[in-house]
Structures are given as C-alpha cells and as structure tokens.
C-alpha cells in the first residue's frame, strides 16, 4: 500500500525501520514495489541498506512501465543512461521523459519513377511494432511495410498502376489500407483512395515484391461518386471494428475555393455505399475543415467547422494569409466569427447533436483524438489545445507560442535538419498532430518537428497520475470556484491568440519552454510541394498543396516531406532521371538507430 503525507515516514533507529532491515531481501523487494515513487525516494535516503534495495532497476522499470505504457522499449533508450548494458530505469524516469534525445535512422522513399511523386500516404502501426503505410502517386497505389527493427528496410507488399482506368486520370488525395490495425500485412490487399474530385475508389492491389514500376493497368473494384460532393478528399479514416470509412470533401483544401459544401460521409465498406445523408454545419456560412472518429460505435465524430471570410465567401482565397497556409487557419474575420468543434451521430435523426465554439477564428485541418476522451486541435497562434470530450465548455488547456529560437544545444541528432537554428521561423504556431498513448507530435508548416511528453502533459498511462495540463486546469475550476462566478479570457487574449509568429501575435503569450516543460524539437522535414490535379478537359487548372503531415507510432515517424532536387537525383540513378524539379517523398524515420541521424537511400526501386 503506498504510503500517504498523514502517515509518518521512515526515521533512522525507529522501530519501523528496525523491522523493515529484518526482512529478507525478497520481502523487502514485494513492500518497496507497493511504494510510489516519492516514498521510494524517501525510502532510498534513509540508509544505505535501504537505499540499495530501493534502487532495484525492476522497482523503476515498473514505474517507468506504468509512465510510458505505449513507448517503453529498449530502442528509445539506446542514447539514454544505462547501467552495463541494460538501461538505468531509475535515472529514466527522473528526466523529463525516457526517450528524451532519441536517435533516429531517416530512409526517403519517392515512389518508382522520377515523374511519379507521392501525393499521399496514411501508416498503420501493428502490434508487433511494423508500419504498414499505403502510399498514393500520380500512377501508382502501392501497400509499403516497415518491421520493427532499427535500419529495416521498406518492403513492397503490393502495387498497382491505376492511371489508365481512374477515371480522368483522378489524382488521389487520400489514401487508406481497409485492414484491421494489427494486421502487419496490409490484410487483402483492399485500399480505399479519395480524389481531388470528390471520388472514392476501393482497390484490391495485387501481391508485388518489386520495386520497379508496375505495367499491368488496374480497375477500381467499386467507385462512389457523391451526389453534389466534388470537393477534394482531404480525409480518409477507415474503422475496422464496423467497416466503415469516414470520408471528409473540403471544399477549403484546394488552393482555389470551389463553390461546393463540405460534408462528412460515412460509406459501408461491404456495399460500397453511403451511409445516410452528408453530415454537416448547421449554421450557413461555416464548413467542416477537419474530422476524427470518437468512441468504440463507429457512429460518432467530432469535426471542426471554421467560417468564411469575406474574401473565401466570395470564391477567393485569402489576400491578407500567406499563400501557403491552409485556408481554415485564417483569422482575417469578425471576433464572433469563432470555429466550431461539432459532435455528430450517424444514429441521430438530425445528425449534429452539439456545437461548441472552439474560441479561436481559425482551425488547423486536423483533428487528434488520444485516451479514449481527449481531443488535441490547434489553431493559428495556439499550437496545441487540449479538449476533454466530457466537458466541452472550453479547452482545458492551451499550449501558447513554441519556443522561437533554438539553439545548438537543442537540436537532437534526429530528423534531417543539422542545423534547426537556421531554419526559417514557422508562419503560423499552428502544427499536424499525432499522437500514441504517450507521445504527441506536431509538425509546424516550416517542417519543424517537435515532441511532447503526454505522461508529463495528461497524465500516467495507467490514470494513476495528473499531468500538468489537467492540474493546471483543476487549479483554474477552484478560482472559479472561490470567486463564484466564471472567470473570462483575460483582455485581448481572443486578438493575440491568433497570428502569424512575429505578427499580431508577438508577445501575446509566454513561451511554452518559460513556464513549463518545453517539446522536444526534433528537427526538420522540408514542406510538401503542391501538386497539379486538373482533369485533362478541365478549363481552369487546380491545384492542390498536401499539408505537412506527420504521424508518430511507438518506433517511428512518417512524414510526407518535399524532396529537393539534389536528394531526388541521389535516389534515381542518372538515365532514369528527366526533367530538373523537386517533388514530394515519404520520409520514415525510426527510433533506435545505431548510428543516430542516418540517411537510408530508400529510393524508388533503387536501395529498397
């Protein structure tokens, strides 16, 4: 039983102590492990006896255990303390987190040909710890599969060209593997692709362990075109347990606006056939910008919904936004013009069952939903806030401006960038989150990496512990309480939360780093480049930039990064390589490398 603050501590020649040193090692071992680890440290500086049996590396590898539930191997610990040659479990969990200055082996893979760049990619991550990633090209669908091991390198599980039958030449936009998430092998091969015309097409893609680029033409088995839906797919969520896909049309994704609705959409992955009507924004003027699944039903999502402004209500992009930045992160708008976090149940007879203001006018394109009940957006000057989907009132917590300038000092041995100091700031605090049991990552539109303990931020693995954000926010409830009365965003917060960095922002808000613990910065992977995705009979091009995605697994991260034209030659040998310019590429990078930040030429059937 663990020990309280009301119950008297351990003292040098009291009885209790006395008793403790008469127990056998084995006993001793059994009361220690029932400790928390304040009254183990307490226990440890009592006497050197204790202090011995307290140290035990399977006392702390428990905790440690019980921290990190999702994260805890011995690949995250190659760089870490370690006693002989087993990790030091003890000094582990007195850091700020046990995988703090990872290292990690970076492979690029950029499709098969050096025309054929990789527009989409979404990964799976197996029990086993392999990642299976579907990978969409201008030509090809293929089905890539990373093991576990450090330096492994990507497999070809399958691939098929589906340029010839897709339909004018549809390019895909999304891309998921309908296989069960355990499933290492990528299940049958069954592939759901969304375009950039609203489609949605299932594939079955044909075994292949070859890396050179795939002849034999592939039909869609079923494709669904959505009545008034022409918007580009800009998510694609498959749900194993009802088979399900979760389809979202962004009608904001397109560097031109179309004059479509958005909607998200739910298709029955047996029937290939939409689920009910198209669940949308009640209120006019606003569109849905992002979408994620909640609860275990396969019914219900929380999808956020930012409204126009007067420049995209008129059918063009923002002047005042950086060309670049997706068009739900603008703020140019009324102060009442406020995003929305709306619940949605299929079940429901209307569809939307509650609406929620999200207290910033913009929305990155993105929603993370971790620990069964929280919810992580982020917003335009506000990297990350916190949403517990019990009380949906307010966030329960925001993470405010990044640390702006990093030193040498700071910049892990990780991601390809060697020098993070000298990178070009982000133009917005906004970041692509993903998130495991105990890690959240985001990537800024700059390419900038960063990482966060979510043992740390929300709590223990095991629920045993608070985390600072949920402390922070009991604190703010008992103000609230004590006064009486519900205490506002202090003034100007609602103008300065908002901004580019440098901008309207600029000391609105103090530095994550200077008032807790600051994320890791990682490092860099260079921004996606747009991509063309007109129709050959289509008067007025569009074109299309992917945002900087990125998504951490338990072993890895997977980035859809831009290549530049002297890492693409390096991939290609020189008569496969035609016209000079960079494209897109995926980017894994893996925990555990032997030899830090490596650089695997993973190239298209060249190194595989």
Request: charged letters at 15%.
């Amino acid at each position: 039983m663990a020990s309280t603050s009301a119950e008297p501590s351990l003292q040098p020649g009291d009885a209790a102590h006395r008793d403790s040193l008469s127990l056998s090692p084995d006993a001793l071992h059994v009361v220690l492990s029932q400790l928390e680890f304040p009254d183990l440290l307490a226990a440890s500086a009592t006497c050197r006896q204790l202090r011995a049996a307290a140290s035990a590396p399977q006392l702390w590898e428990r905790l440690c255990r019980r921290r990190w539930a999702g994260s805890l191997t011995t690949s995250l610990f190659r760089g870490g303390p370690k006693l002989g040659n087993v990790p030091d479990y003890r000094q582990l969990f007195l850091q700020d987190n046990g995988w703090a200055w990872p290292q990690l082996t970076v492979q690029r893979y950029a499709g098969v040909r050096w025309a054929d760049e990789i527009v989409a990619l979404h990964p799976q991550t197996a029990a086993d710890g392999s990642t299976t990633v579907a990978v969409s090209s201008c030509r090809e669908l293929r089905l890539l599969r990373l093991d576990a091991t450090p330096g492994s390198p990507l497999q070809v599980l399958r691939a098929a060209n589906h340029s010839v039958h897709s339909g004018g030449r549809e390019l895909w936009s999304s891309v998921t593997a309908l296989a069960p998430a355990d499933d290492a092998g990528g299940g049958e091969g069954w592939v759901a692709a969304g375009g950039c015309h609203g489609r949605l097409a299932l594939y079955q893609l044909p075994p292949s362990g070859s890396t050179s680029p795939t002849h034999a033409a592939l039909r869609p088995a079923a494709v669904l075109d959505f009545p008034g839906g022409s918007c580009l797919v800009s998510h694609l969520e498959y749900l194993p347990a009802q088979r399900r896909c979760a389809v979202l049309h962004d009608a904001l994704a397109l560097l031109r606006p179309v004059p479509q609705r958005s909607g998200l959409s739910v298709v029955d992955a047996a029937s290939w056939k939409e689920l009910g009507r198209p669940l949308r924004d009640v209120l006019d003027g606003y569109e849905l910008a992002a979408a994620a699944a909640v609860g275990d039903s396969g019914a219900e999502f929380v999808a956020g919904s930012v409204k126009l402004s007067d420049d995209q209500a008129s059918g063009w992009a923002c002047q005042r936004c950086p060309p670049a930045a997706p068009a739900a992160l603008c703020f140019h708008k009324s102060h009442a013009a406020s995003a929305a976090l709306c619940t949605f149940d299929c079940r429901a007879a209307q569809g939307m069952v509650a609406r929620h203001s999200a207290h910033h006018r913009s929305l990155y394109p993105h929603l993370e939903a971790v620990r069964g009940h929280y919810l992580l957006t982020s917003h335009a000057g506000t990297p990350v806030a916190c949403w517990d989907r019990r009380q949906m009132n307010g966030p329960v917590h925001d993470v405010q401006h990044l640390p702006r300038h990093l030193g040498p000092s700071l910049a892990a041995a990780a991601l390809p960038l060697e020098h993070p100091d000298l990178h070009e700031p982000a133009t917005s605090q906004a970041l692509h989150l993903s998130a495991t049991q105990d890690l959240l990552l985001g990537r800024a539109d700059s390419g900038m990496c960063w990482l966060f303990d979510l043992s740390e931020r929300l709590g223990w693995a095991d629920g045993s512990h608070a985390g600072s954000w949920l402390q922070a926010a009991r604190q703010s409830q008992a103000v609230w309480r004590s006064d009486g009365m519900e205490q506002g965003p202090a003034e100007g917060d609602v103008e300065m939360s908002e901004g580019p960095a440098g901008g309207e922002a600029e000391g609105g808000h103090l530095d994550e780093s200077e008032w807790e613990r600051a994320p890791l910065p990682l490092g860099c992977v260079g921004a996606p480049y747009e991509v063309w995705c007109s129709t050959e009979d289509e008067a007025a091009p569009l074109h299309w930039l992917p945002p900087p995605l990125a998504w951490a697994a338990p072993h890895r991260i997977v980035a859809l990064a831009g290549l530049e034209l002297e890492q693409k030659q390096g991939l290609f040998p020189a008569h496969a390589q035609g016209s000079p310019y960079p494209s897109n590429a995926l980017v894994a990078a893996t925990l555990g490398g032997a030899g830090g930040s490596g650089s695997g030429a993973a190239g298209a059937g060249h190194g595989l």
